[in-house]
């Protein structure tokens, strides 16, 4: 679809919900506790990001909007790690309460050979003190009518009340203003007067006390949900299935998803909140609003652990794979995240590097021999200038946009950087290789960059290429045989 997402920055959303922390522990599992029949999990790498309510904050931050959170945490280090990470995306926190006696909710997820083995939870599930329900209360009544759109993540965690949403419910109405709420439990009811709630199939099942197994039986348990909590609106989420879009007084509308690889649904359901309120907020229907929540939720599937999209991402997705570039094309200033990704997943990143010239059968043996290393191949290219400098006056003959193009078609390929020859330190810095792979008409000494690979932990492989063909020798030959047929 046509969209410009630049309109995400200009808007204001409030979210209000159950704030918590989420940690990952990762880690390799080579042993069994001799204390007891379990796995011994060696962590090697710890990492904390926004969880519940926080991660639709998150991901709204990382869409470029403007937005205001409201909740209650703790004040101990889980409450002061939060607080720093919302402080850093430029977050209003002056609806967010701090209570002492109550503690931050974190979970902690231990993930081991790319699986996820145990959660622990830390938490509390009662309701909030009186003071502090007020005190938030009036925060969150005088910032609605500031907002495009309030959302609330409930998470069953004692934030968010029936008479919190009552409050919102009534002030948001005097204002005009869209309140989406994505909900928990059995009892719906509490969400009356929204102008719109997102269960998954199976809350919406509950919920409704229908066993959806058919478009029929999907359609029967929205009417109740409908009836049952008046509300005009419901975008009952199906996994791999898309999502389904209902409207009092029109026929239901079906989005189905994109097969894509999944490789963790945890917070599926917050950037579907989140993106949805956004698309509402920036005057799309609700229709064209659900169509981009589930590509926002196809893409962060994708990835592991509570992860948030950007609107490059967004944009690319929406138009097909495509913004006007290679799909495959990552500028180096993008590459850490990807990284990142790619680290989390476990998989092993082997990196080619050259001009790329002319592509030939070599090159083409090269990438195939290259991929049997690893699970991800980086393709890395010297931009036309760094050519220029190392194969003279006359090279590239196919510039860098061509040959990005070119390379990105193969299968073999995962991904294309450009850089230039003085890049290429910090390109291994930002990459940290497995396997850096060569063509054997070199020697592993003499490829440039091998000792800043060997440093980071990975190795060198010389692939058996026939030094006879080469981009420079056809060249060479056209030129030759143009020169003959003068």
């Not at 205001?68 to 889980?78: F, P």
């Not at 690979?453 to 990975?458: D, I, L, N, R, S």
Request: charged letters at 25%; proline letters at 3%.
């Amino acid at each position: 679809m046509e969209f410009n997402f630049s309109a995400f920055d200009r808007c204001r959303i409030l979210v209000v919900g159950d704030l918590m922390m989420d940690e990952y522990l990762w880690g390799d599992v080579d042993r069994i506790s001799p204390e007891a029949p379990v796995q011994v999990v060696a962590v090697n790498r710890e990492e904390f990001t926004l969880g519940g309510s926080g991660n639709v904050v998150n991901n709204l931050a990382a869409l470029g909007a403007r937005v205001s959170a409201a909740g209650v945490i703790g004040t101990g280090s889980d409450g002061r790690l939060l607080m720093e990470k919302f402080n850093a995306l430029g977050v209003n926190t002056s609806g967010i309460i701090q209570e002492p006696e109550r503690p931050t909710t974190r979970k902690t997820r231990i993930i081991a050979a790319h699986q996820h083995v145990l959660r622990i939870d830390r938490e509390t599930r009662k309701e909030i003190s009186g003071n502090n329900f007020a005190e938030m209360t009036k925060i969150i009544i005088d910032q609605i009518p500031k907002m495009d759109v309030v959302l609330i993540s409930d998470y069953g965690k004692g934030v968010v009340s029936p008479a919190l949403i009552a409050k919102i419910v009534e002030e948001a109405k005097k204002h005009a203003r869209f309140v989406i709420a994505d909900p928990k439990g059995l009892d719906f009811t509490k969400y009356t007067g929204v102008s719109l709630i997102t269960p998954n199939l199976k809350e919406a099942a509950l919920a409704a006390g229908v066993e959806i197994t058919d478009n029929v039986s999907l359609v029967r348990a929205a009417d109740k949900i409908l009836t049952a909590v008046n509300i005009n609106n419901l975008l009952i989420t199906c996994g791999p299935d898309g999502m389904v879009l209902f409207e009092k007084g029109k026929a239901p509308y079906r989005i189905k998803s994109k097969a894509r690889q999944v490789f963790d649904v945890s917070g599926a359901g917050d950037t579907v909140l989140s993106t949805f309120g956004l698309a509402v907020a920036a005057g799309l229907s609700l229709r064209q609003s659900a169509g981009i929540a589930n590509t926002a939720a196809g893409i962060v599937v994708g990835k592991l652990g509570t992860a948030t999209i950007s609107q490059k991402e967004l944009t690319k997705a929406l138009s097909g794979g495509s913004d006007g570039g290679p799909s495959k094309f990552v500028e180096l200033d993008r590459l850490e995240p990807l990284i990142t990704e790619i680290r989390k997943k476990g998989q092993k990143i082997v990196l080619t590097n050259g001009c790329f010239d002319l592509l030939h059968a070599g090159h083409i043996k090269l990438f195939s021999a290259s991929r049997q290393f690893g699970e991800v191949l980086i393709v890395a290219i010297d931009d036309d200038k760094s050519v220029r400098a190392l194969k003279g006056e006359g090279r590239p003959v196919i510039d860098a946009r061509q040959r990005i193009r070119i390379l990105s078609a193969l299968d073999s390929v995962d991904h294309v950087v450009l850089f230039a020859s003085d890049e290429l330190d910090r390109l291994i810095e930002l990459i940290r290789p497995d396997i850096l792979t060569k063509g054997s008409n070199y020697t592993s000494s003499e490829v440039t960059g091998h000792k800043l690979v060997e440093k980071f932990g990975g190795k060198v492989e010389m692939i058996p290429i026939d030094d006879r063909i080469s981009s420079s020798r056809i060249i060479n030959t056209i030129k030759n045989n143009h020169a003959a047929d003068k």
